[in-house]
């Protein structure tokens, strides 16, 4: 292990003693070398210390260590073993055995902790997206409103080529600002294609105001950014590739003169 460890629960892991292997020997050769892991296994080895303080003892059967201890020493003299070696080993086994109950608990409420904390950044997450998404709306409101509350803002009624479509649009632009909105009843364009919006100038080729289609549907409406000062003298929807292109190529969908 080269690098930090991925996640910051590697080191309460560490801390229990549960990393082994060639990750454990991987990450003690990282810490001599990495001041802030070498911290946050410090920090770690705290949070266990709190929370075995925090467990509530566990305490044996009464009498169930000396039987134990009875009759090993018993079996020990029959195979001719050390007696004081053999307790000395039960002995850390016994605390060991005590122990356990501890650690697994330490390893549980640890896990419990992890969760808790992704379930906790996931609603952050998810809260910081929709604040943003909030604040998208406002702003574009805001802009809106702007727009239709200007005296130089102009209007352009969009409709179908064909008098028999029903499908129609409208643009409100405003040349000093810079800023068109355009909002239509077109449906959902065939896939890999595009419905592109276009400003018709006084002289000059159409420009591009941008592409949309991909979540088009009932009220649709997007804002778009401009060159400012461009006099338009109609706007016109066109179908496209998608990405949309230069010029307008494909057939017209939607067309009206600016009022």
């Not at 309460?12 to 454990?24: F, P, Q, R, T």
């Not at 303080?53 to 169930?64: C, H, L, S, T």
């Not at 379930?119 to 727009?147: D, K, P, T, V």
Request: glycine share 8%.
């Amino acid at each position: 292990m080269s690098a930090h460890p991925q996640y910051d629960e590697f080191f309460d892991l560490y801390a229990l003693g549960v990393i082994e292997g060639v990750e454990c020997d991987e990450f003690r050769a990282h810490l001599a070398t990495c001041d802030d892991c070498a911290r946050k296994l410090a920090e770690a080895r705290g949070r266990m210390a709190e929370l075995s303080f925090a467990m509530a003892p566990v305490e044996p059967p009464a009498g169930a260590k000396e039987k134990l201890l009875r009759r090993v020493r018993e079996e020990t003299k029959q195979a001719g073993a050390s007696v004081p070696q053999v307790e000395r080993s039960i002995g850390r086994s016994w605390w060991a055995l005590v122990l356990a109950p501890v650690t697994l608990a330490l390893v549980i409420a640890t896990v419990y902790l992890w969760n808790s904390n992704n379930r906790l950044a996931e609603q952050i997450r998810g809260e910081h997206a929709q604040m943003q998404s909030l604040q998208h709306e406002l702003e574009e409101a805001n802009e809106l409103m702007n727009l239709e509350t200007a005296h130089d803002t102009v209007s352009a009624k969009l409709m179908p080529m064909k008098p028999e479509e029903h499908d129609h649009g409208q643009v409100l632009y405003n040349p000093r600002m810079g800023m068109a909105f355009y909002t239509g009843t077109l449906p959902p364009p065939p896939r890999n294609m595009t419905y592109q919006l276009w400003l018709v100038p006084m002289t000059g080729n159409p420009i591009s105001a941008g592409t949309f289609g991909e979540e088009i549907g009932p009220g649709y409406h997007m804002m778009m950014k401009m060159p400012p000062g461009i006099e338009a003298k109609a706007f016109a929807v066109t179908m496209e590739s998608a990405g949309g292109v230069p010029q307008p190529q494909g057939p017209k969908m939607l067309v009206g003169p600016v009022s």
